[in-house]
C-alpha cells in the first residue's frame, strides 16, 4: 500500500484503494460478453466471508446478511481436516466427494429461515461426530458435507433473488470455484447466474485491475493520507 502510494505520487499518477471483496465481486466484469445488469444479488463466498449483497449500481451496495460463525470456505478448511484433506479443503473436498456420488448420510441444513444470514458451525460438528463414529466412509461424508453447503447457499439466493426481483445473480469468492455449487446456483436460481471461471474466483490481480477502472471512470481517487483499513463493512467499500 505504501509503494503504491509512492508509486503515485512520484509518477503523478492517480492513487485508488480497493477493497478486495469489491474485487471479487467484479471479477464478473472480467468475462467476455454482456456485463452484468442491475439491480445484482451477489454472493461473496470465500474462506473468510459468506456474505449477501445487493448491488442496486456500481459502487453501491447494500448488505442483506451473512454467516453467523464460520465461513463457507471456512468450514470447507476446517471439515476437510477432520476428514484427513490436505489445505485447502475445498478442492480435496470436492475431489474426495467425486469418488463417492453419493451418501447415505444426511447432515444438517441451517436453513435460519427468515433472515439473510448462513451459519456452518453445526454442520462443520456433525462432521466431526460422522467422522468419528465411522458408519460412512470418508468419501459419503465430504459427498454429503458438500451436499449441505451447496444446497443452503443455492437455496437461499434463489429465495432471495424472487423476493427481491433482482435482475441477476452474481457468485464470487473462492469458494464459488466449487463446481457442485456452481451447478446448484445455475439450476434453482430464477435469474441469470453469473459465475467467474474458477481461475478468478480466488484472490487475483485482474479483479482488483476491475474495480479500479469502474471506480477511476467515475472520477474517484483515495487520498495519499489515507490509512488502509480492515473491515467487512460493505458502506465503506
Not at 449441505?148 to 423476493?163: F, T, W
Request: glycine share 10%; with cysteine; charged share 20%.
Amino acid at each position: 500500500y505504501s509503494t503504491a502510494k509512492a508509486i503515485a505520487f512520484g509518477r503523478d499518477l492517480p492513487f485508488l484503494g480497493v477493497n478486495h471483496l469489491e474485487g471479487h465481486v467484479y471479477a464478473n466484469w472480467l468475462v467476455e460478453g454482456e456485463p452484468p445488469s442491475f439491480p445484482a444479488l451477489c454472493l461473496v463466498v470465500s474462506g473468510g466471508h459468506t456474505d449477501l449483497i445487493l448491488m442496486q449500481e456500481h459502487g453501491q451496495y447494500e448488505r442483506l446478511g451473512g454467516t453467523l460463525d464460520d465461513a463457507a470456505g471456512e468450514a470447507f478448511d476446517k471439515s476437510g481436516r477432520l476428514l484427513g484433506l490436505p489445505f485447502p479443503g475445498g478442492p480435496a473436498i470436492a475431489k474426495l466427494a467425486a469418488t463417492a456420488g453419493a451418501s447415505a448420510l444426511r447432515l444438517p441444513r441451517a436453513w435460519l429461515r427468515g433472515t439473510c444470514d448462513f451459519s456452518f458451525s453445526g454442520l462443520k460438528t456433525a462432521v466431526l461426530h460422522a467422522v468419528r463414529e465411522e458408519r460412512v466412509s470418508p468419501a459419503e461424508i465430504a459427498w454429503e458435507f458438500q451436499e449441505s453447503v451447496a444446497d443452503v447457499l443455492a437455496g437461499k439466493v434463489s429465495r432471495l433473488a424472487r423476493e427481491l426481483d433482482v435482475a441477476e445473480v452474481l457468485l464470487a469468492g473462492g469458494v464459488a470455484a466449487n463446481g457442485r455449487l456452481r451447478e446448484e446456483m445455475q439450476a434453482r436460481s430464477p435469474v441469470p447466474v453469473r459465475i467467474p471461471p474458477p481461475s478468478l474466483c480466488t484472490d487475483n490481480a485482474a479483479m482488483i485491475g476491475a474495480v479500479g477502472g469502474h471506480r477511476l471512470a467515475l472520477g474517484q481517487r483515495s487520498r495519499l493520507d489515507e490509512d488502509i483499513f480492515s473491515a467487512n463493512d460493505w458502506a465503506r467499500v
